[in-house]
């Protein structure tokens, strides 16, 4: 196997490399602009290009049998920090992505991170099938291009709304709401909770590299 990892030097990225790299005869390539550092070390079967997606030519993505895509201004406050870089970050890019990668005879599957905030504030239990109500740009910016891979139709792909993520990473982050709760509790010694009535889902990163290797066999 062949796999592309777009963003493979974020939080989720840099737990999902050496976990696939461990558990399949697989060679692996990731992508990453590099805003945080980058994380993975190049081995006998991992190579790192330090690039923007956009700029790699049609050819290049030929060789792949599985894309992963965690490209995402990844969290309400930031995507609302300058939201025309939002816009062409988690959806103008990926539509050229994908134009890139309809036609391609070897890919088995294209694998997209989109988030459970697409259902926006719901007073019931939500699943799968429970209509979507988008509040912020990212969550609406994810459904959108949910919307436009399944219009499009074009190759085999698998939408993964992701609770928010926590555990530990490498490229390490405590903006997100347990890896902040533990960090408090450890230099501040309290935590402080808003609200206190509401229901989130959360994934374990590594829970999530297991289902996503789950989906790649």
């Known amino acids: 196997k062949n796999i592309l990892i777009l963003g493979s030097e974020g939080f989720l990225g840099s737990v999902l490399v050496p976990y696939i790299l461990?558990?399949?005869?697989?060679?692996?390539?990731?992508?990453?602009?590099?805003?945080?550092?980058?994380?993975?070390?190049?081995?006998?079967?991992?190579?790192?290009?330090?690039?923007?997606?956009?700029?790699?030519?049609?050819?290049?993505?030929?060789?792949?049998?599985?894309?992963i895509d965690l490209v995402n201004i990844s969290n309400d406050p930031?995507?609302?920090?300058?939201?025309?870089?939002?816009?062409?970050?988690?959806?103008?890019?990926?539509?050229?992505?994908?134009?890139?990668?309809?036609?391609?005879n070897r890919l088995s599957r294209y694998i997209y991170m989109s988030s459970c905030s697409v259902y926006g504030n719901n007073k019931k239990l939500i699943n799968e099938k429970s209509l979507p109500k988008p509040i912020s740009l990212y969550s609406k910016l994810c459904l959108k291009y949910e919307n436009y891979l399944k219009s499009e139709n074009k190759i085999p792909f698998t939408i993964m709304r992701l609770g928010t993520l926590y555990g530990w990473s490498p490229r390490m982050r405590y903006d997100i709401a347990i890896n902040k709760i533990i960090r408090d509790m450890v230099f501040l010694k309290k935590i402080e909770i808003l609200g206190g009535t509401q229901l989130r889902f959360f994934c374990y990163n590594l829970f999530a590299c297991k289902v996503i290797n789950k989906i790649i066999n």
């Open 22 to 67: 461990k558990n399949n005869n697989c060679n692996v390539i990731g992508i990453d602009k590099c805003f945080f550092g980058k994380n993975n070390k190049n081995t006998k079967n991992f190579k790192f290009y330090k690039k923007d997606y956009n700029q790699l030519s049609n050819k290049f993505f030929e060789k792949f049998d599985y894309i």
């Open 78 to 104: 930031a995507s609302e920090l300058n939201q025309k870089f939002t816009y062409l970050t988690n959806f103008s890019n990926k539509i050229k992505l994908y134009k890139k990668i309809k036609n391609l």
